[in-house]
């Protein structure tokens, strides 16, 4: 019955422009192989045959509103270092609009790295501050988000 639902309303979604608001991340995989456990430890010891990066947190309610056809804008707080970057280089390759992204030289960006090896999930790093974000990106966030509101439908 909700699959029934949801197929009947999805079409509302096309074109629809939408602010999501939240933490962002950036999403790290890296896929490698393993043919050997450590000497150091019994751990196995992973090459990183390729990586892959994606937006995360409500970075990745964005793709899935992308997804629909619908024309989503991300809001949040990101670092000003590469992680940050990395984070706005893969919105353009997804073709999300940044203008609400806040970049900030105190805080890094979230990075969640994850290390899949022959398809199974062996570990994750997180790499994060858990303060809230300061009242100085509170406001500067808020300004973002009053200039661009009218500029969307939900």
């Known amino acids: 019955m909700i699959k029934d639902y949801l197929l009947k309303h999805i079409d509302e979604c096309n074109q629809k422009r939408i602010l999501v608001i939240g933490d962002v991340m950036l999403d790290e995989f890296h896929w490698c192989s393993v043919s050997r456990i450590s000497p ?4 196995p010891i992973c090459r990183v045959d390729k990586t892959t990066l994606v937006p995360g947190g409500a970075g990745n309610v964005a793709r899935n509103i992308q997804s629909l056809n619908g024309r989503p804008t991300l809001a949040g707080v990101i670092g000003l270092d590469s992680s940050g970057d990395k984070f706005i280089n893969v919105l353009k390759e997804f073709n999300i609009p940044t203008s609400c992204i806040l970049q900030n030289k105190e805080r890094p960006t979230i990075l969640k790295s994850r290390i899949i090896a022959h398809q199974q999930h062996v570990a ?3 790499r994060e501050d858990p303060a809230p974000i300061s009242r100085k990106d509170q406001n500067q966030l808020l300004n973002r988000f009053e200039s661009s509101i009218g500029d969307h439908d939900l």
Do not use: G, H, N, W
């Not at 150091?40 to 751990?43: F, G, K, L, N, S």
């Open 40 to 43: 150091e430890a019994p751990v």
């Open 124 to 126: 994750r790093v997180d």
